[in-house]
């Protein structure tokens, strides 16, 4: 009895460890080509480049009066179906740069109008190059 007993714990417990996945959801994201489309920022693409040209402060940058030459970033931002920043990653030379990219563009307070896909808002990024030029 104790060994029927044992067999059906056992075999019970090894099918219990034995069920699989077939498949984790993870939200998706739809991409966007490179750049800004104009109608997704209200006022267009133009106004965009310059609400966050107006929000970057220059001073923040480390040996920013002592460069020459040009530092170039680009920055990624995703934005959710309510057309909120959700997630923002800039990759860079300059660390203090990228820093003061990110800063500038949490400040900003307009929404961006969402991706529609198939009829539905959906979750999107898109990608954009900075530069800062010295004379």
């Known amino acids: 009895m104790k060994k029927i007993l044992f067999l059906i714990l056992f075999s019970s417990s090894i099918t219990a460890y034995t069920q699989t996945f077939d498949s984790i959801k993870t939200p998706s994201v739809q991409n966007v080509s490179e750049g800004l489309d104009a109608s997704r920022y209200p006022g267009g693409l133009m106004k965009f480049r310059k609400d966050l040209a107006d929000k970057i ?79």
């Open 57 to 135: 402060n220059l001073n923040r940058i480390k040996g920013i009066n002592s460069m020459t030459g040009t530092i170039t970033s680009k920055a990624k931002i995703i934005v959710n179906a309510k057309g909120k920043i959700e997630d923002i990653l800039v990759t860079g030379d300059n660390p203090d740069f990228n820093k003061e990219i990110i800063r500038a563009i949490k400040s900003m307070k307009n929404r961006l109008k969402p991706l529609d896909s198939n009829g539905k808002l959906v979750r999107s990024y898109f990608s954009f190059p900075l530069t800062l030029s010295f004379e």
